[in-house]
């Protein structure tokens, strides 16, 4: 159950994954919206998996909205420059005309084909 990559535990059997989730949801250093609960632990670690954060970054940084998970903070950030095809980004934050709001927004910029595409 050791990920080669990271050198981390990580399940490779669905027997494993329900082992590991069980012994985190015991556990007071996962999110409180975690502790109970392997099945959502199992989920979150998956979703995780699939978009390429290993176990415990998943359990950090996906968050449930409206029942549906959703990577936050610093992770959807990180997920994206260490894409081969990211060139670049920048954010830009101003004040809306004739009322006090922000509007904000971000340009990424890609790589494709050795082009940069917007």
């Known amino acids: 159950m050791t990920n080669k990559k990271h050198g981390a535990l990580a399940p490779t059997t669905m027997t494993e994954a329900i082992a590991f989730a069980e012994a985190l949801a015991l556990s ?16 979150a670690v998956q979703w995780g ?17 409206n029942g549906k998970p959703t ?3 610093d992770a959807a950030l990180a997920l994206i420059t260490s894409h081969p095809q990211y060139a670049g980004h920048h954010e830009v934050i101003k004040n809306a005309d004739d009322k006090n709001e922000a509007v904000a927004y971000c340009v990424v910029k890609r790589k494709v084909h050795g082009r940069i595409v917007k």
């Open 28 to 43: 007071n250093m996962v999110p409180s919206n975690f502790k109970g609960k392997p099945g959502d632990i199992l989920v």
């Open 49 to 65: 998996s699939e978009v390429g954060l290993p176990p415990m970054s998943a359990l950090q940084n996906i968050a449930i909205i």
């Open 71 to 73: 990577i936050y903070g």
